[in-house]
């Protein structure tokens, strides 16, 4: 017995790995081992020799196990301490550069005037893109016989054959959006509708997808004086400059009562554009005030209540501030055209001037 106990105990301080030890362990106390053999052997014995080797082979088989177990640790030990020694992670390495991807200029001029009429009291709203013929054109004071909805180029949708209401549109401009919000918080109300508006037209300057931003101010004072304010204060905030001078020059929309084409001074220097001083103009946005009907068409009383309204494109916008030449280029995939114009994330203006992160 001290021959197995010797021979074994050997064997597992000798095991290299965790397969060696269990192939001990096997031969040494598994079910047909060396140690079961000689329990079997117990039956032949005298019941005195019995009583010393049972109990001999019982300790054999337990020393046999803990020092297997005891290895088994060890081993687990060993190899943990090579991995720990050979794998090593080097954590001031620069990361893998990944691709990243950049704000749209539109997006990024949407979120800049939307952060200045913020801080000018407007709230946002936004609505469908497919709209209804009273949402687009009548509420607006456009009728059907109106030469506006032949102007404006509309798309139509289609009805389902036998459906002989008038057909969808797809919106032409943001104003639908303002009739739904005056219908919704009535009056006062300060709200500006950025988004995308579609007329069939494309060419140089026009596509067929643009976008707009509209302001609508109402209460029961407001005046041109008040809406020139606010025109002045966007431009400077926008364009980050100290002073701008605005002319307004008369025009006509179904919309608005009076109505005015709105121009910035400016000036053109080798192609590069200076706004707020020189001696040129430059037309960017209408405006005008609410018409009575309209007022009206969005639940508010005309009598009581009056306001201003104006509409500014926001892609020649963002065109103007950027020096973006072509209208065309922002409805280019080209990812090299946005890695030259995009802009990081959060670049998020203030009216104070500069932006802050
Ligand atoms: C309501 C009442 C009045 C919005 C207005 C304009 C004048 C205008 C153009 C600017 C460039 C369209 O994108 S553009 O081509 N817009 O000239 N927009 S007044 O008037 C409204 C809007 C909503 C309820």
């Known amino acids: 017995m001290d021959d197995l106990k010797s021979k074994y105990l050997g064997q597992i301080a000798e095991a290299g790995d965790e397969n060696a030890l269990e192939a001990i362990r096997v031969a040494a106390v598994g079910k047909k081992g060396e140690v079961a ?28 196990n803990s020092a297997l177990s005891a290895k088994k640790s060890a081993l687990a030990d060993a190899a943990l301490d090579e991995r720990l020694r050979t794998e090593w992670l080097d954590v001031t390495l620069p990361t893998r550069a990944r691709r990243q991807g950049s704000i749209h200029p539109i997006s990024q001029a949407t979120e800049e ?39 404006m180029d509309t798309f139509y949708m289609h009805r389902a054959e036998g459906d002989n209401r008038p057909p969808h549109v797809l919106r032409t401009h943001t104003s639908p959006v303002q009739i739904r919000s005056m219908e919704k918080q009535g009056a006062p109300i300060r709200v500006i509708c950025p988004g995308g508006v579609y007329r069939a037209d494309y060419d140089q300057t026009h596509t067929p997808m643009f976008h707009q931003v509209e302001g609508l101010a109402i209460d029961k004072d407001i005046s041109m004086a008040n809406l020139k304010w606010v025109l002045e204060e966007f431009v400077k905030a926008f364009f980050e400059v100290e002073d701008v001078e605005l002319r ?62 104006f509409g500014i494109g926001i892609d020649r916008l963002a065109m103007l501030k950027y020096g973006i030449p072509d209208l065309r280029a922002f409805f280019d995939s080209d990812l090299r055209w946005l890695r030259h114009y995009g802009f990081a994330a959060l670049d998020m203006p203030n009216l104070h001037g500069g932006l802050s992160r």
């Open 37 to 64: 053999l000689k329990m079997r052997e117990l039956g032949k014995m005298t019941p005195e020799e019995r009583q010393v080797a049972g109990p001999a082979l019982n300790a054999l088989k337990d020393e046999i």
């Open 113 to 151: 005037l939307t952060a200045i009429f913020a801080e000018l009291g407007f709230s946002v709203a936004e609505g469908p893109r497919i709209e209804d013929d009273w949402y687009n054109f009548d509420a607006l004071n456009i009728p059907g016989h109106h030469p506006a909805r032949a102007e």
């Open 248 to 309: 307004f020059r008369a025009s006509h929309f179904p919309f608005t009562e009076p109505s005015a084409e709105v121009d910035i001074r400016c000036s053109w220097d080798n192609g590069q554009l200076k706004i707020g001083e020189g001696d040129d103009w430059m037309e960017i946005l209408g405006s005008g005030m609410v018409h009575p009907k309209v007022i009206a068409a969005g639940g508010i009383d005309p009598e009581v209540y009056q306001g201003f309204a």
